[in-house]
C-alpha cells in the first residue's frame, strides 16, 4: 500500500450532493499513504487544457488543505460542500479529435490512475475513453437520478429525496389552507426513482413515474380526478401529486406537470354538475397550483447518509488503485447487500447497454418491487 502513486480525480455529467465528499475522503486517504491527487477541472475538458498547454500539470495537485476556508484557521468545507470544487461538465457532444486530446492530456499528466466521478452517460464515455487508451480508472456512480445499474445506491440520491420530501411537506401547509390541489414536477430525467421515493416519504397521494406511466393519457387524467375526488369527499379537501420528470406530456416545450394540470381542469369541469357521485368535489372550485422543483434539487448540503456513502466510495477507490497490481483495470465502486465493493466497469457498461435497448432509462424503478409495493400498500395512486 505504500508506494508512492499520482491519482487524477475529476467530477463529470451534471452536478450532485455529495461530490466534493467524494473528494475529501480521497484527499485524506491518499495524503496519508503519501500519494499525489491532481484535480481535473471541468470534467475530461480538463485533459484537453493539458493536451494545450492551458493548464500545467503540477499546478493542479491538491491536497486536502486546498480547499480549507481562508481566514477560518484552516476550516476544511468539502466534506459539506454541495456542487464541485472542480467544475463538472464538459460538452455534451464530441468531435473525435477532441477525444484524442483528452487521450493526449491523460498521457501527459503521467498517472497512476484515474478516479472518475459520474452519472450513467458520462461514465460510459469515459470508459470508452480508458479502454481504448488502456488507462486505469475506478468509476465512482452518482447522481440524484439513482439510475446506475449495478449498484443499490449512488452519492448524491438520498439528499435529493430528502430535498424533495421537504418540498412535499412544505407544500402541504399551503395546500391545505387553501384547499388545493398542488402538482409538483420532480427531477430524474427518464427514471422514476427521486419521485417514488420522495413521493412516500413526503405523504404523495398520486405518484406518475416514466416507468409506469410513459405518457399522460385519458385513464391516468380520469383515474387522478377520481383520486382526488375520493380524498376530497372522505379525507380532506387538497391534495398532493408528485410528477417525474420523465412522464411525457404534450409537447417537449411544455413541462408534463402543466399539460396535467390542464387536462384535470379540462376534465372535471366537464364534469361538473353531470358527475358521478364518485366524482363529487371536483369542477371549478378545484384548485390546482404546479411547483417544479427543477435545480433546487441538486444544490443542498449532502444529507449525512450520503456523506457517509460518499467517503465510503472515496475510500474504496483509493483501496482498489492500491490493490490492483496490472495496469490497464477499469473498475466501478459499488454498494451491494449493503457492502462498498468494486466490479468491473466493463460489465456494468454492458448492462446499461441492454437495458438501454428495451428502456430509455438504463436502471428504472422495478415495477413490482417494494418501494412500488409500499406506495400502493399506502393507497398511492401510481397509474397503473
Ligand atoms: O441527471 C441529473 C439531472 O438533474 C436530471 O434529473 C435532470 O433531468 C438533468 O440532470 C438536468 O440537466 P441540466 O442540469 O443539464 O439541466
Given at each position: ?112 490512475a484515474l478516479i472518475a ?6 461514465l460510459?464515455?469515459?470508459s470508452?475513453?480508458a479502454?481504448?487508451?488502456?488507462w486505469n480508472l475506478v468509476a465512482i456512480p ?8 449495478g ?162 466510495f472515496?475510500?474504496k477507490a483509493?483501496e482498489v488503485i492500491?490493490r490492483e497490481?496490472?495496469?490497464n483495470f477499469q473498475r466501478m465502486i459499488i ?6 465493493s468494486d466490479r468491473p466497469l466493463v460489465e456494468v ?36
Amino acid at each position: 500500500m505504500n508506494q508512492t502513486k499520482r491519482i487524477g480525480i475529476l467530477t463529470s455529467g451534471g452536478d450532485c450532493p455529495g461530490l466534493n465528499a467524494i473528494l475529501y475522503a480521497a484527499l485524506k486517504y491518499a495524503g496519508i499513504l503519501g500519494w499525489s491527487i491532481y484535480g481535473i477541472a471541468n470534467g475530461t475538458d480538463g485533459f484537453i487544457d493539458i493536451a494545450l498547454d492551458r493548464s500545467a500539470p503540477e499546478d493542479m495537485r491538491i491536497d486536502e488543505h486546498s480547499f480549507d476556508i481562508p481566514g477560518q484557521k484552516g476550516m476544511g468545507v468539502l466534506l459539506f460542500l454541495s456542487g464541485s470544487v472542480l467544475g463538472c461538465r464538459g460538452k455534451k457532444e464530441r468531435k473525435n479529435q477532441e477525444d484524442e486530446l483528452i487521450s493526449q492530456g491523460y498521457r501527459k499528466m503521467n498517472l497512476d490512475a484515474l478516479i472518475a466521478i459520474g452519472g450513467d452517460g458520462s461514465l460510459e464515455i469515459i470508459s470508452q475513453l480508458a479502454q481504448r487508451g488502456n488507462w486505469n480508472l475506478v468509476a465512482i456512480p452518482k447522481t440524484i437520478d439513482n439510475d446506475v445499474p449495478g449498484t443499490e445506491r449512488v452519492v448524491g440520491f438520498d439528499t435529493a429525496v430528502e430535498v424533495v420530501s421537504d418540498a412535499l411537506y412544505n407544500l402541504t401547509f399551503t395546500a391545505a389552507s387553501h384547499d388545493r390541489i398542488m402538482l409538483v414536477q420532480v427531477m430524474g430525467r427518464n427514471a422514476g426513482h427521486l419521485a417514488l421515493n420522495a413521493g412516500i416519504a413526503g405523504g404523495a397521494d398520486v405518484i406518475l413515474i416514466p416507468e409506469l406511466v410513459p405518457i399522460i393519457n385519458d385513464r391516468v387524467v380520469r383515474e387522478t380526478c377520481r383520486k382526488i375526488a375520493h380524498i376530497r369527499q372522505h379525507k380532506r379537501k387538497f391534495a398532493l401529486i408528485v410528477v417525474a420528470e420523465g412522464v411525457q406530456g404534450n409537447s417537449k416545450d411544455e413541462p408534463s406537470v402543466e399539460h396535467l394540470k390542464r387536462q384535470l381542469q379540462q376534465y372535471s369541469h366537464s364534469q361538473d354538475g353531470i358527475l358521478a357521485p364518485e366524482f363529487y368535489g371536483l369542477g371549478e372550485e378545484m384548485e390546482i397550483r404546479v411547483t417544479i422543483l427543477g435545480h433546487l434539487t441538486r444544490s443542498n448540503r449532502p444529507t449525512a447518509s450520503d456523506r457517509l456513502l460518499a467517503t465510503a466510495f472515496g475510500i474504496k477507490a483509493i483501496e482498489v488503485i492500491a490493490r490492483e497490481q496490472d495496469n490497464n483495470f477499469q473498475r466501478m465502486i459499488i454498494l451491494q447487500n449493503g457492502q462498498v465493493s468494486d466490479r468491473p466497469l466493463v460489465e456494468v457498461m454492458r448492462e446499461l447497454k441492454t437495458a438501454k435497448v428495451y428502456s430509455a432509462c438504463a436502471s428504472p424503478v422495478d415495477s413490482n418491487g417494494f418501494v412500488a409495493h409500499v406506495a400502493r400498500s399506502l393507497d398511492i395512486y401510481l397509474g397503473d
